[in-house]
């Protein structure tokens, strides 16, 4: 038996990276496969803007000539200047239940970060915020949603009997609506809206959401430039996300508020949840994927939360509540029933504040882990 570690050098072997969950996962109801065209996207190094500032190698681990685990090493130049730190990111991670197969991929991510010269190794992370952080370490049988991580259970205990240890944790819920819309939510964001002279724009088409779509990751730049791991985002990276993203998005989904001078001070990015229509594409969204995409938001029955913020100078003043409460009323109409909030940080209890309102349950955990680097 044999084990050994390939850099990924050539187009092929990308192709073997991105592929492997596929087959890792083939027979996991929970694993909700990513869209292949968006892992390439995010991998090449000729069309991932975040390689302005950003180095990575990626790695296949082959056990008898077969793949059985792959591994990305991420340096985020941004990163260390922001934080001043010297750490290498570990992503991409997923391997099968065999210790010298994780033992070594981390080793060898280990080894190239101590010829980088580096302090410290952490992950999962991606090159931004945009792409998916933290191995599940609690909730492997409920179901993944679009652009989150999904792991076996025993990629935690790979991971701790090699001397990895927690760094950060994000919590998530998934919670119901109810018949009617509490009242406390209803009328704070009718008394902000009258109080801020605040607007929900009532927009109709994409082209028209489009407009505000730069506004919509400035305000990100602001108010998530604390959060654990955040860089801000470059216009070419921007415009690399509107283009991808935004072409999907549903208006009556994404709320926008705007103050008296129509300047951006909050938004939600929701999306019907399209499980259903990714397991049947398998990643693949030609020939006829996106018409599945399509049917999927019409009939789905749970909602998925992906981005909101608020402008600083609005937040404590009832915008949340605004947001909460055209969500509230768009699912109704459509007679959505559930809500999955994706990742929060635990230690976030201002975000959280806002569920209890709702009958929720956390019900999954991820885990940012760290390890010193040894010279």
Known sequence: MTYQI?????????KDFISF???LYKDNKYFIPPLRMDEKKTL???????????????????????????IAGIINHKYAEKWGTKKVRFGWIDFIDDEKVSSLLLSTVEQWAKEKGMASIHGPLGFTDMDGEGMLIEGFEEESTLGSIYNYSYYSVHLEKLNYEKDVDWIEYSAKLPEQIPEKIERIAKISAERNKL?????????????YAYD??????????????????????????VKQYFSFVRPEYVPLIVDEQGKLAGFGITMPSLNKALKKMNGRLLPFGFLRLLREIKKSKNLDLYLTAVRTDMQNKGVNAMLMDHIYRVCKKNNIKSVETNRELETNLKVQSQW??????????RRCYKKTITY
């Open 199 to 211: 607007k929900l724009l009532n927009l109709k088409s994409v082209k028209e959401v489009a407009k």
């Open 21 to 23: 969950p596929y087959t």
């Open 356 to 365: 209890k309102f709702f009958e929720t349950r956390q019900h999954k955990r």
């Open 6 to 14: 390939k850099k990924v050098t050539s187009n092929k072997l990308l």
């Open 44 to 70: 090449d190094k000729k069309t991932n803007p975040a390689f302005d500032f950003c180095e990575a190698e990626y790695w296949l681990a082959y056990k008898d000539d077969k793949v059985v685990g792959r």
């Open 216 to 241: 919509v990751f400035y305000l990100i730049n602001e108010t998530y430039k604390d959060l654990y791991g955040f860089v801000e985002l470059t216009d070419k990276q921007i415009d690399g996300y």
